[in-house]
């Protein structure tokens, strides 16, 4: 089985009407680690998933959903 995430951090982001740079900076990273995240290129830490989570006000479930194939 293949296991896969797929996040909504692009999605959330462009709803709030903020940039990227300004994402990062909220969450303590750079705008290439953002990038790579809205990307699907990097799977966040656990540690960085709450943040993210936490900076939008959702569920770390809403943010991303994990799947197998």
Partial sequence: MKAYV???VSHFRKA?????????EGIGVSRQTVIAIEKGNYIPSL???L?????????VEEVFTYHEK
């Fill in 6 to 8: 797929i996040n909504n």
């Fill in 16 to 24: 709030k009407g903020i940039t990227q740079e300004a994402f990062a």
């Fill in 47 to 49: 540690l960085l998933g």
């Fill in 51 to 59: 943040k993210i989570a936490k900076f939008f006000k959702k569920s």
